[in-house]
């Protein structure tokens, strides 16, 4: 049971446009940044969004991030075949002792 | 370049201990935070913890359910964390990775390729 929410699968055809949501609470979310990793089959996971909406260098502005309250989304435009891969969100928890919080990952297929 | 590489993987014994090695390059290893993630096979990512740098007490925490277990510490003259798994369940098998907090971008922006630990008789 991961502490954010993420829809466990999504898909779109070459060209579209999908979002993924990343549903959190006030200590993580709602406080913090939200951050984006891609993750390819038998490989590592990538920064993809960070800060909620800043994209790295080397990253198309296909991808965009936006947060608003204690949600957060990522949106793909012109879906690509080589996008297709596990998405997770993650961010900053304040309750506790403090800790990192992931999504459960949503799997992108292009279909 | 920033490089993080994994070693120290393999298997355990259910009730042993292994320690993991994240050796860092390509940035002042010094300054940064460094966080362990691990991924059992076909699941999801899970924090073990962290580790913060000497200009914050190279303070630690742990992901709750490993307290206890597992211990993060640094060698900052090395380059070099390490993640010390102690009391290791079948449960812990997963590939572990270290990801270093960067100063711009943040939280866990380079990973290193991870490795693989299993824990079974």
Partial sequence: QSVLTQPPSTSGAPGQRVTISCSGSSSNIGSNYVYWYQQLPGTAPKLLIYKSNQRPSGVPDRFSGSKSGTSASLAISGLRSEDEADYYCAAWDDSLSGSVVFGGGTKLTVL | ?121
């Fill in chain 2, 1 to 121: 370049e920033v490089q993080l590489v994994e070693s120290g993987g393999g298997l355990v014994q259910p009730g042993g201990s292994l320690k993991l090695s994240c050796a860092a390059s390509g940035f002042t290893f010094s300054v940064s935070a460094i966080h362990w993630v691990r991924q059992a096979s076909g699941k999801g990512l899970e924090w073990v913890g962290r580790i913060r740098s000497k200009a914050n007490t190279y303070a630690t925490s742990y992901g709750a359910s490993l307290r206890g277990r597992f211990t993060i510490s640094r060698d900052d003259s090395k380059n070099t964390a390490y993640l010390q798994m102690d009391s290791l369940k079948t449960e812990d098998t997963a590939v572990y990775y270290c990801a270093r907090v960067g100063a711009t971008r943040g939280l866990l922006d380079y990973w290193g390729q991870g490795i693989l630990v299993t824990v079974a008789s």
